[in-house]
């Protein structure tokens, strides 16, 4: 199943918790903090302003610095995604 987004919206793929911290402790999986780093898997035509499309900031397979609340988790075919307006991406990593 693919994901269209609308408007401003953003579907973004997280990246995986950090396994160890930097001294080398391993860290329990219920005590990993979700990162708030992700890659861009899809991006919306951009929002409508006085009847133009806005260009968006981002594309597809940009790595992002997002919001810690922003977003709507989901679930398809076993994947996990996140549904995230523009706004709420702080960054992209270059």
């Not at 579907?11 to 396994?19: F, G, N, P, T, Y």
């Not at 402790?25 to 708030?36: D, H, N, R, S, V």
């Amino acid at each position: 199943m693919k994901l269209r987004p609308l408007g401003d919206r953003v579907v973004l793929k997280r990246d995986d918790a950090e396994e160890k911290t930097a001294s080398g402790l391993f860290i329990a999986g219920t005590a990993k903090e979700q990162p708030q780093f992700g890659r861009v898997v899809a991006v919306g035509p951009g929002a409508l302003a006085e009847g133009k499309r806005q260009p968006m900031d981002v594309k597809e397979g940009d790595k992002v610095f997002f919001s810690r609340f922003g977003g709507t988790e989901i679930k398809i075919d076993g994947e996990e995604y996140i549904v995230i307006g523009q706004s709420d991406i702080l960054a992209v990593i270059e």
